[in-house]
Structure formats: C-alpha cells, structure tokens
C-alpha cells in the first residue's frame, strides 16, 4: 500500500481520505451491530461540529479544546472537529474518582492549558464535571448543526497539531505537544518499516486519549488510506476471544496488544477447548505490535505459535516495540520476535530498530532519542522541557538499556520508579498509602514498601508488598488475616492481587527522617535476603491452612471447590467456609463464577444475589442444592448477611425505595473486621406479599434486627427511602431504652411525602433499571414520558429491549423479574405518600451528595432548604458529611472506595 502524499498538515489528511473509499467500522457494545462512518462521512459531520465551536462555542483559532468522551465515536470526532476549526485538541485522559484528585487534576488542567473549553457529552457534564468551578465546559449534545467555512488562520500554537497528557504519575500531567509534521513524519516511519498491502483493515481497542490509540492506529491508518475498526476496551478484556474473532472477521493487518493480554490469551487459549477458537482466521494479520511493558520471551514463543495455527502468515507477526507519548507511540520495532530472541537466549524480548525520522543512543547507561519524529517542548512547562533534553538535542526517554552490534535496542530496567499492572501505571506510594488507610490489624503504619517484580520465568510483573508486622513470628492467624486484608486493599485500588511479605520489625531500614527506601528494600529482596523471613511466611501460613482449613465434605462441594480453584481468582489457598467476597474477588470474578458454576452443575440460572447471599463453598453448595430440587424455605427472610466477620459494632443497612440491598454490595469488601447486614423489602420472591404500611415495615424490620443483635449500641443507616426508616427504627429502639450510637441517612431529607407523590408506577420501574446500570440517566428520563401510556407489561418489555442485555443475564433480570420487583418499589412508594416525620432521635449523620434535578439544583441549596430539616428531629448532634457523585452513584462502583472513608470517619468519630 502506498503512503497518501499530503501537504503537512492533519486537514489536509482527513480531505485526501474523504476522497477514497475507506472508513471506520464503529462498535458501541456486545451484540450490537456496528456502524461504519466513511472518512468522507466523518469529515462531513466534523466540519458540522467546527462550525458549532466557532460559532456557538466562540472558540477562536489557537484555543485549546478538552476533548472528553468514552467512546471512539464521539472522541474521534471532536478530535477532528477541533482541528477543523483552528483549534488544539488536547484528548482528557479518565478521571479519578476521589473528589479531591479530581479537582485537583481539573485545577491542574485549567491552568496547564491556560484555560480550554471542554467539550462533553451532557452525561458526563452531570458526573465528571458535575463539580466544576473553573473549567468552560460545552455539552455535544446542544451544539447546532449548521455548517460554516473551515478556519483558515492558524494558532498561537504555531504548527501543534494536538496536545497529548502524560499519566502524571510522577507528578502532575504534561502535555506533549505533537505537531502536524511531527505526527504525519510517525505515521509514514511506521508504515515504512511496516508496510501494509492494499485494502488492508487496522483494529484499535484503546481510548483515543492514549497516543497508541490516536498515533499508533486511528492516522497512521488513514496515513495508509485504509479500513480501521474501534472496539470498546472493556469488550476485549472481558472477554479476550472478543479480540481474535474481531481480526478473523474484519480481516486485520495491524493491531496492538500489550504483554498483559498476550499471556491472557496464551493462558486462555492453552487451558480452553479447541471449540472456542472455530471459525478464527488470521491470515491477514501481518503485524500484533506489543508493546507497555517488556515482553516474556516464553509468552512470545507460545502465541506466536498460537497465531500461526489460526492462519497467520508468518511467524514474526507479533512485534515487540517501544515508544512514548513523546515520540508519537511506537519508534522502534523488533521484526525478528520471537526467533532472535531464543538464539540469543534472553528472558524478554528485544525491542528492534529505529523507524525513518528516529535515532538512538544509550549515554550513561540511558536511553535517548532524537529526529523529526520526536517532540520538542511540553506545552506551558518550560522547566520539565529543559529537563527532558540533553544540551546537544537529545530526548531523555527514562529508561536504562542496552543497543548491540546490529543496532538492536534492549531496555534492561526503568528509572522512573513505576508499578504497571496491565498495562496501567501506579506510583507506588499510592498503593502503600492505600494499605496504609486501610489500618490492617497486624501491619506497622508507614511500614508499607510496594514495587514492580517479575520472578525468574513469569510472564509479566506482578505488584510486590513488603511490610514489617505487629504481630508475633508464630502468630499464624494474624499473618493469614493481615495476609487476607492487605491483598482486598490492593486489589480494590489496582484490580491486581499482589505477593505479600511480612518481614519483622527492623528489617526494613529507615533514614534518620524515618523513610524507607523503596529501591534499597527492593534491592535487598531481588538479592535474596529476606528468604529466611520468606520461608517462615511460607512455613507459617502452610500450618494455617493444615489446622484450619475445613475440606469439602461431599460431592457438590467438591465439585464447587473445584470450579472456584480452575478460576484461579484467589491468590491464597481458601477452604469451604472461606468467605468468597473476603478473598478480594471482583465483579467480573463473581459472573465467571456463577457462569462456570452453572455449566458444572446444568443449571440454567443461579442468581448472583445467590451467590452473594451464600458466599462460602459450603452454603453455596447447599444453596445450589435448593435450586436442583423441590424448593421446602419460601419464608421470608428480611435480613441478608453480606459481611458475618468481625468484632465491631455491626453495620445494619436500609434499602432504597426499589426495596433491594444490592446497592451495598460494593460497601462490603471495606470492613473485613464489622459485619454488615442489609435489609430486603418483602414481596421480592415468589409468594411473598409487598407491605402495605409503614408500621408493618418498621415492626419487621425492628424484630429482625434485634434477632440478630439483641443489645445495643447500634449502628444503622439507610439509602434514600431507607434513611427514613432507619430513623424510624432508630426512633422506636431509643423508646425501648436501647443505644444507637450512631445513625445514617444517605442523602435523605426528611419530608420527602411530596415527592413521594410525584413518583409512580413507571417512576419506579425506570429507577431500579437505573439502579442497576442496565440504562443511563439520560435515557431513563426520556423513558418516562415514552413508556407512562402504555400498559405495565409492554413498559417492561420496551425498558428492556432497550437494556444493556448483558447487564441484565448478568443481574438475572427477566421482565416478570422487573414487574414483580417495580409492584414492590411501587408498595413502598404508596407507604410513602402520608409520611410526616415526627419525634426525635439523640444524633444523625447526614452523607449528601449531588441531588436529584427536581429536587434542587446543587448541594448548597439542597442542604440550606432540605437536609438542614433534620435539625427539628435530632435533640443532641447532627453532622454532614459531603461526598461525592450523584443520588444514583453515591456508593456505586466509581464513588465506593471514596464513600467507604468517609462512611469509617463518621463512624470512629461516634465511638465505633
């Protein structure tokens, strides 16, 4: 394939290929057709959007826009729309979740880009930005679709084409600046030293913010005037066959993979039959470029062969490369992987030679680079330009490594002190203050070190802990719980399972300011000198196991045990009565789990709250039991235990108006050391009957908890309509001469009977989809209107035709389920309508986040005209606590980790 011969610049590339036949096939999710946009179909509706920018948006050439999107679509569109209206698109990488990065990071970004426009889409508006102060910020979805001539005056910026952010994970972000040249140089290097043939298909599955994606794909495939293809990330991770189905049936050239999900698919495709892998032709794929962190050679060997046995045509189509932001992604390429690297008998994969526009070398043990292909400046930081490069020109990369005789680079180490993980970078303290925080029994605070390691023969890096313990030597329950706790607090902040060595108190030496050094412990560990501390660990945990471990007892269990193990989800050994949610799985764990238990056991459904309900090997066993024969326990039961552990107050939990305790699920895995218990409203199961008053709630609830736990102090808290009955329980258990210590509504006024009428039948059912993330906010508010005239069952059917289907298998949500479950939330709604608070409880804690749009506009007026109200109702002490996200995502998935600190303050602030 020829490279298109274009001036220098990235609109007069988008015009070259509007005028071929290529385009972008487009997909959104599983099992949904995806669209194909012509290049001359995307320069259309990016000329549209220009036009909007200058004209409703008042950019003006040489404004830096923020382009912020999760999909390929929306992110390579305004990509080029801002191009076509003179101005820099700098791609936003994701946001943390924590309020304070985020804000930071939003502070960081609006004056590091002297103050952009931010282009959206209103949903995130209302979630990413929903706190912004200083950030202009312009939503998609209301610019107007009128057309306008193309700027033709060009920015400050002089010829910078796009500003990429670095990770900022050895400090704040940077933005690289890329220009026209600079990019359009890249692409053609790359295709020179990777040529494709004619009608050739390139496949991405990485966000447009990663300059892999935007450099490495998207331009360098228009460069080639050819086909590309986007996928969602989540879509390949989930599930890696995903990725080989796609480029068997597009046909693919080029696409990319990381050394993470190389040995992914090596271990899926050793240990899977031969029946996932039908159908899958490779032969067209002339180039897997891998490239993030080092490649196992082992690992390179085995897929290469894999690939070869799908059908690809040589056995150099996996490419080892190195790049960085700073040079446009990959430079430098190895074309002789894995052959080169067996002759010559390394651990990992050399990196190959230079692409036209770049060159090498190594000065002081560190990798330089420099050429046309490289950038030249960080935009607005003069002073971290004039660190990246060398008096005479060259580019400091970061890296130690190696060139030999045949000019063939090998990185030998990083100098930039970084954990990466699947391909995603962490600094270190971040992972040591997240142990830190979580204040585990039996580890010293600031006695936490973290590193990178990859063990002799391992296919990748896997994150190192070693921490110096409290506890006795002998002690083997402490090390194993310490053991446990410290794999969920990494795991919840990483998504990895690391390797954990306690050592004892003085083996980790400290400074006169009392830090550890991180590459001296590091340095000790690589050398072998805690291996006796590592054999006591080994020795120790081994005796835990033998006097403990509780093996299965039957045949089902067995069997059970075995599913769980073949998962290879636990980083530690677990018997029968081991907790499952203790252990750190994830959600994607759990349905592997209830998908493969289901195959084991030729059931067509075992429902995840079965599984959460049931969390050993041993009562999930007798749970599946239930579900092979005649059902004999149809009583209800209005109490689920999620977390049985610990010698603190228990927490007791109120459900929200749908009536389900789902929401807490993510709450659980944070306090190991306090059981949890959720409410569940009656009528969910088969035969039950909804409530019908709120004394029946109350009275039920009230002697189910005190079943449970007989005396006081008490510890209660509700979400939304589950914060009005918990402070009815907490009413009627102070009249009984009980303790509550401590008392939580979350994001609850207390006169909530107006707006108790405003919801109805359809209200209700459109508010459990959005609980269970099966549609997005936007689309259940237009709902609404849509689905009110019509009868209640063809409601459900059109809520969930239009449902993220996966979502639903995975929630085992059918449209009776939804019916049954709406009439519930519906009962309690009813329950609702005449509630007047009255009395008083000792003390309140209020959490509040973003409130609902009907009911004020933003936290300030909601807490001055609404939540301040429980002043009336509290005698002693009412405390607010601010957190983040919105009424719907206040402990979901992207706020819990956040909310769960809080929540811990608010509780050892009363005593528990």
Same mark, same amino acid.
């Given at each position: 394939?020829?490279?298109?011969?274009?001036?220098?610049?990235?609109?007069?590339?988008?015009?070259?290929?509007?005028?071929?036949?290529?385009?972008?096939?487009?997909?959104?999710?599983?099992?949904?057709?995806?669209?194909?946009?012509?290049?001359?179909?995307?320069?259309?509706?990016?000329?549209?959007?220009?036009?909007?920018?200058?004209?409703?948006?008042?950019?003006?050439?040489?404004?830096?826009?923020?382009?912020?999107?999760?999909?390929?679509?929306?992110?390579?569109?305004?990509?080029?729309?801002?191009?076509?209206?003179?101005?820099?698109?700098?791609?936003?990488?994701?946001?943390?979740?924590?309020?304070?990065?985020?804000?930071?990071?939003?502070?960081?970004?609006?004056?590091?880009?002297?103050?952009?426009?931010?282009?959206?889409?209103?949903?995130?508006?209302?979630?990413?930005?929903?706190?912004?102060?200083?950030? /202009?910020?312009?939503?998609?979805?209301?610019?107007?679709?009128?057309?306008?001539?193309?700027?033709?005056?060009?920015?400050?910026?002089?010829?910078?084409?796009?500003?990429?952010?670095?990770?900022?994970?050895?400090?704040?972000?940077?933005?690289?600046?890329?220009?026209?040249?600079?990019?359009?140089?890249?692409?053609?290097?790359?295709?020179?030293?990777?040529?494709?043939?004619?009608?050739?298909?390139?496949?991405?599955?990485?966000?447009?913010?990663?300059?892999?994606?935007?450099?490495?794909? &998207?331009?360098?495939?228009?460069?080639?005037?050819? @086909?590309?293809?986007?996928?969602?990330?989540?879509?390949?991770?989930?599930?890696?066959?995903?990725?080989?189905?796609?480029?068997?049936?597009?046909?693919?050239? %080029?696409?990319?993979?990381?050394?993470?999900?190389?040995?992914?698919?090596?271990?899926?495709?050793?240990?899977?039959?031969?029946?996932?892998?039908?159908?899958?032709?490779?032969?067209?794929?002339?180039?897997?470029?891998?490239?993030?962190?080092?490649?196992?050679?082992?690992?390179?060997?085995?897929?290469?062969?894999?690939?070869?046995?799908?059908?690809?045509?040589?056995?150099?189509?996996?490419?080892?490369?190195?790049?960085?932001?700073?040079?446009?992604?990959?430079?430098?390429?190895?074309?002789?992987?894995?052959?080169?690297?067996?002759?010559?008998?390394?651990?990992?994969?050399?990196?190959?030679?230079?692409?036209?526009?770049?060159?090498?070398?190594?000065?002081?043990?560190?990798?330089?680079?420099?050429?046309?292909?490289?950038?030249? %400046?960080?935009?607005?930081?003069?002073?971290?330009?004039?660190?990246?490069?060398?008096?005479?020109?060259?580019?400091?990369?970061?890296?130690?490594?190696?060139?030999?005789?045949?000019?063939?680079?090998?990185?030998?180490?990083?100098?930039?002190?970084?954990?990466?993980?699947?391909?995603?970078?962490?600094?270190?303290?971040?992972?040591?203050?997240?142990?830190?925080?979580?204040?585990?029994?039996?580890?010293?605070?600031?006695?936490?070190?973290?590193?990178?390691?990859?063990?002799?023969?391992?296919?990748?890096?896997?994150?190192?802990?070693?921490?110096?313990? *409290?506890?006795?030597?002998?002690?083997?329950?402490?090390?194993?719980?310490?053991?446990?706790?410290?794999?969920?607090?990494?795991?919840?902040?990483?998504?990895?399972?690391?390797?954990?060595?306690?050592?004892?108190?003085?083996?980790?030496?400290?400074?006169?300011?009392?830090?550890?050094?991180?590459?001296?412990?590091?340095?000790?560990?690589?050398?072998?000198?805690?291996? *006796?501390?590592?054999?006591?660990?080994?020795?120790?945990?081994?005796?835990?196991?033998?006097?403990?471990?509780?093996?299965?007892?039957?045949?089902?269990?067995?069997?059970?045990?075995?599913?769980?193990?073949?998962?290879?989800?636990?980083?530690?050994?677990?018997?029968?009565?081991?907790?499952?949610?203790?252990?750190?799985?994830?959600?994607?764990?759990?349905?592997?789990?209830?998908?493969?238990?289901?195959?084991?056991?030729?059931?067509?459904?075992?429902?995840?709250?079965?599984?959460?309900?049931?969390?050993?090997?041993?009562?999930?066993?007798?749970?599946?039991?239930?579900?092979?024969?005649?059902?004999?326990?149809?009583?209800?039961?209005?109490?689920?235990?999620?977390?049985?552990?610990?010698?603190?107050?228990?927490?007791?939990?109120?459900?929200?108006?749908?009536?389900?305790?789902?929401?807490? /699920?993510?709450?659980?895995?944070?306090?190991? @050391? %306090?059981?949890?218990?959720?409410?569940?409203?009656?009528?969910?199961?088969?035969?039950?009957?909804?409530?019908?008053?709120?004394?029946?709630?109350?009275?039920?609830?009230?002697?189910?908890?005190?079943?449970?736990?007989?005396?006081?102090?008490?510890?209660?808290?509700?979400?939304?309509?589950?914060?009005?009955?918990?402070?009815?329980?907490?009413?009627?258990?102070?009249?009984?001469?009980?303790?509550?210590?401590?008392?939580?509504?979350?994001?609850?006024?207390?006169?909530?009977?107006?707006?108790?009428?405003?919801?109805?039948?359809?209200?209700?059912?459109?508010?459990?989809?959005?609980?269970?993330?099966?549609?997005?906010?936007?689309?259940?508010?237009?709902?609404?209107?849509?689905?009110?005239?019509?009868? &209640?069952?063809?409601?459900?059917? %059109?809520?969930?035709?239009?449902?993220?289907?996966?979502?639903?298998?995975?929630?085992?949500?059918?449209?009776?389920?939804?019916?049954?479950?709406?009439?519930?939330?519906?009962?309690?709604?009813?329950?609702?309508?005449?509630?007047?608070?009255?009395? *008083?409880?000792?003390?309140?804690?209020?959490?509040?986040?973003?409130?609902?749009? @009907?009911?004020?506009?933003?936290?300030?007026?909601?807490?001055?005209? &609404?939540?301040?109200?429980?002043?009336?109702?509290?005698?002693? *002490?009412?405390?607010?606590?601010?957190?983040?996200?919105? &009424?719907?995502?206040?402990?979901?998935?992207?706020?819990?980790?956040?909310?769960?600190?809080?929540?811990?303050?608010?509780?050892?602030?009363?005593?528990?």
């Amino acid at each position: 394939m020829s490279v298109i011969a274009i001036e220098p610049r990235l609109e007069a590339l988008l015009d070259k290929c509007a005028s071929g036949q290529a385009g972008i096939i487009l997909y959104t999710a599983e099992n949904v057709p995806p669209e194909y946009l012509s290049y001359r179909e995307l320069r259309n509706e990016a000329s549209l959007r220009a036009s909007c920018l200058r004209r409703y948006h008042g950019v003006v050439p040489g404004r830096i826009v923020l382009v912020h999107f999760r999909s390929h679509r929306e992110n390579i569109i305004w990509f080029w729309a801002s191009i076509l209206a003179g101005c820099v698109p700098a791609m936003s990488t994701p946001l943390v979740n924590n309020h304070e990065g985020r804000a930071s990071h939003l502070a960081h970004l609006h004056r590091l880009l002297l103050d952009p426009i931010v282009i959206t889409s209103q949903e995130l508006l209302s979630t990413d930005f929903a706190e912004n102060t200083l950030l /202009l910020c312009a939503s998609a979805e209301n610019t107007h679709e009128e057309g306008g001539s193309r700027a033709d005056e060009y920015t400050s910026l002089e010829d910078v084409a796009a500003l990429m952010l670095t990770s900022g994970s050895t400090g704040a972000a940077k933005a690289v600046c890329l220009s026209h040249e600079q990019i359009l140089t890249a692409c053609k290097g790359k295709l020179l030293h990777m040529p494709l043939p004619q009608g050739a298909v390139v496949l991405n599955w990485i966000g447009l913010d990663h300059v892999g994606s935007l450099t490495e794909l &998207h331009l360098t495939a228009m460069v080639a005037g050819c @086909d590309q293809v986007h996928v969602p990330t989540t879509e390949v991770i989930a599930d890696p066959f995903v990725f080989l189905r796609l480029l068997s049936k597009h046909r693919v050239a %080029r696409t990319f993979a990381p050394n993470f999900m190389l040995a992914k698919l090596q271990q899926l495709i050793d240990a899977g039959p031969a029946a996932d892998l039908r159908g899958i032709d490779l032969q067209e794929l002339l180039y897997l470029i891998s490239g993030g962190e080092p490649n196992s050679v082992g690992v390179c060997v085995q897929i290469s062969a894999h690939l070869r046995m799908l059908g690809a045509p040589t056995t150099t189509t996996l490419t080892p490369g190195f790049g960085m932001t700073e040079t446009c992604a990959g430079a430098i390429y190895s074309r002789k992987c894995p052959e080169v690297d067996v002759q010559t008998g390394t651990e990992f994969t050399a990196l190959g030679t230079c692409v036209p526009g770049i060159e090498m070398r190594v000065k002081n043990d560190g990798l330089e680079v420099r050429g046309p292909i490289v950038f030249q %400046r960080y935009f607005n930081n003069a002073e971290a330009t004039q660190e990246a490069f060398t008096n005479d020109g060259w580019f400091r990369t970061g890296d130690t490594a190696t060139i030999d005789a045949s000019e063939t680079l090998r990185l030998v180490g990083r100098s930039k002190d970084l954990v990466i993980v699947n391909g995603v970078k962490y600094l270190p303290h971040e992972l040591e203050t997240a142990i830190d925080q979580a204040e585990i029994a039996g580890v010293a605070l600031s006695g936490v070190v973290c590193f990178a390691h990859r063990p002799a023969g391992a296919s990748t890096e896997h994150i190192q802990i070693i921490y110096q313990r *409290d506890y006795d030597a002998y002690d083997s329950k402490a090390r194993m719980d310490a053991l446990q706790a410290v794999v969920r607090a990494v795991l919840f902040f990483a998504g990895a399972r690391p390797r954990v060595l306690p050592l004892a108190p003085g083996r980790l030496e400290r400074s006169t300011l009392g830090k550890l050094s991180r590459a001296k412990v590091r340095t000790s560990f690589q050398n072998g000198e805690y291996q *006796d501390e590592a054999e006591i660990d080994a020795q120790m945990l081994q005796a835990y196991r033998e006097d403990h471990v509780a093996e299965p007892g039957n045949a089902m269990e067995q069997k059970l045990m075995c599913v769980f193990r073949d998962l290879q989800v636990a980083s530690f050994e677990i018997d029968i009565d081991t907790p499952i949610l203790d252990i750190g799985v994830t959600s994607i764990d759990l349905i592997r789990f209830k998908r493969a238990a289901e195959k084991a056991f030729a059931i067509k459904d075992i429902p995840i709250i079965t599984i959460m309900t049931n969390t050993t090997i041993r009562t999930l066993a007798a749970a599946i039991k239930c579900i092979q024969g005649p059902q004999t326990d149809t009583s209800y039961h209005p109490l689920v235990t999620l977390q049985p552990n610990g010698d603190k107050t228990p927490l007791f939990l109120l459900h929200p108006g749908i009536g389900e305790m789902l929401v807490f /699920l993510g709450l659980v895995q944070y306090f190991p @050391d %306090r059981p949890i218990y959720a409410f569940r409203a009656r009528g969910l199961n088969e035969g039950e009957q909804p409530f019908t008053s709120q004394e029946e709630v109350i009275s039920t609830y009230h002697r189910a908890l005190k079943a449970t736990q007989p005396q006081g102090p008490y510890a209660i808290a509700g979400y939304s309509y589950g914060s009005m009955l918990a402070f009815e329980i907490a009413k009627l258990l102070e009249t009984g001469g009980d303790r509550v210590q401590f008392l939580g509504s979350f994001n609850l006024p207390p006169h909530i009977k107006t707006r108790m009428r405003r919801l109805d039948w359809t209200a209700g059912m459109v508010h459990i989809a959005h609980f269970c993330s099966i549609i997005t906010e936007a689309r259940s508010e237009e709902l609404l209107h849509e689905l009110r005239p019509l009868p &209640h069952d063809e409601q459900v059917a %059109r809520l969930l035709a239009e449902s993220d289907q996966q979502r639903c298998a995975d929630l085992a949500l059918t449209q009776a389920g939804i019916h049954n479950w709406t009439e519930v939330s519906w009962s309690l709604q009813k329950i609702g309508w005449e509630y007047e608070p009255s009395g *008083d409880v000792s003390h309140m804690d209020v959490f509040y986040c973003q409130p609902l749009k @009907d009911v004020a506009s933003n936290r300030v007026e909601y807490r001055k005209q &609404h939540l301040n109200h429980w002043v009336d109702f509290v005698r002693d *002490d009412l405390k607010f606590w601010q957190v983040d996200g919105q &009424h719907y995502t206040m402990i979901g998935p992207e706020n819990v980790s956040r909310f769960q600190q809080t929540l811990k303050k608010a509780l050892a602030v009363r005593g528990l």
